[in-house]
């Protein structure tokens, strides 16, 4: 077997790296020479987030794309967002450190049960949470992030029949929050899912000065307990802004790193998921990229991603929409 074979059946580029090198900056060499530019999200590990060029929420990931002049853009996350960098930006390419790095929410909605679902109540505007896979972005009339969900929705009639899919939790917030009955797919991500009620709870009691700032991917009674609700970019703004010095932080526990480092004054407390033991709530997907991967998926140009184009032409609408909806609204 080949070195490629292996790296399609891995789903990364696995090349041995010579230890004496410096990985930080062969990278920033590579960017330079293929006028590269790399793209992290916050629930990256830190030391990603440091060597990338922009660092942000899904929300922004995609306005960056979209105006990249970049030959190649690196995308580290997951999966979908490497989609849709390269549904945005056709003529690039989008390279991902590790193919393997998927979603939980976007797998829980698989396009064909959505498309059956779809067909089902016929009359409705389907919107859809960024964290789905191409073909579920195709059978959409809007994507949303959870940084413009709530206006986003706002925007549409009072009357308007909706679906939201896939994320329950977001949008029976959403539809807490504007008063709407949207119909809702049932799907979660398994990182949100995992926090404990009773955990939080008993952080609070331990401190009982600190803000509880909560992802919308939560579960209705987690939220509850939250003082500020909003996308990783929302909490990020919301710690910054706020007088108060700790905060109990309820979503994946990447974002703790640019929290710490805007606001080194400020205590975090990562809220632990259920189960025993204080660890953080990390996402195992998030976590297959990892810098020696990126450095080899640069210096490679593998693997890259590819969209059917028939699927890229249809699922381009509803991320534009989206795009177009928030810069009227300043979002």
């Not at 002049?69 to 960098?85: K, S, W």
């Not at 500020?228 to 703004?237: E, R």
């Amino acid at each position: 077997m080949n070195a490629k074979q292996e790296w399609i059946n891995k789903g990364y580029a696995d090349e041995p790296i010579d230890p004496s090198l410096d990985i930080k900056a062969e990278i920033q060499r590579l960017k330079i020479e293929k006028n590269a530019v790399i793209l992290a999200h916050y629930y990256q590990k830190g030391e990603i987030q440091e060597i990338a060029d922009y660092v942000g929420d899904s929300l922004a990931l995609a306005q960056w794309a979209a105006k990249s002049t970049a030959d190649i853009l690196v995308m580290c996350g997951v999966h979908f967002m490497g989609e849709t960098a390269k549904i945005l930006c056709p003529e690039k390419k989008v390279l991902v450190p590790d193919m393997n790095a998927g979603c939980s929410l976007a797998d829980s909605c698989p396009s064909d049960s959505f498309e059956k679902f779809v067909k089902a109540h016929p009359g409705y505007t389907v919107i859809s949470y960024v964290n789905t896979t191409a073909a579920v972005k195709s059978l959409t009339d809007v994507v949303v992030t959870s940084g413009n969900a709530k206006q986003i929705v706002a925007s549409f009639p009072e009357d308007e029949k909706i679906i939201f899919g896939p994320d329950k939790n977001l949008g029976s917030y959403i539809n807490k929050v504007t008063g709407r009955n949207m119909l809702l797919w049932n799907g979660a991500c398994h990182v949100h899912e995992q926090f404990s009620l009773d955990k939080l709870k008993a952080l609070k009691a331990e401190y009982p000065n600190a803000l509880v700032l909560a992802h919308p991917e939560c579960k209705k009674e987690i939220l509850d307990q939250a003082d500020i609700v909003g996308s990783t970019a929302a909490l990020l703004k919301g710690a910054k802004q706020s007088s108060k010095s700790s905060f109990i932080v309820v979503t994946e526990a990447g974002i703790l790193h640019e929290m710490r480092k805007q606001c080194p004054e400020k205590t975090f407390i990562p809220l632990p998921p259920e189960g025993n033991g204080h660890a953080c709530n990390e996402c195992n997907f998030m976590r297959l990229n990892t810098l020696e991967k990126l450095y080899n998926c640069l210096k490679y140009e593998y693997p890259f991603i590819e969209v059917d184009a028939k699927i890229a032409a249809e699922a381009v609408k509803p991320i534009h929409r989206m795009l177009e909806i928030s810069e009227r609204l300043g979002l």
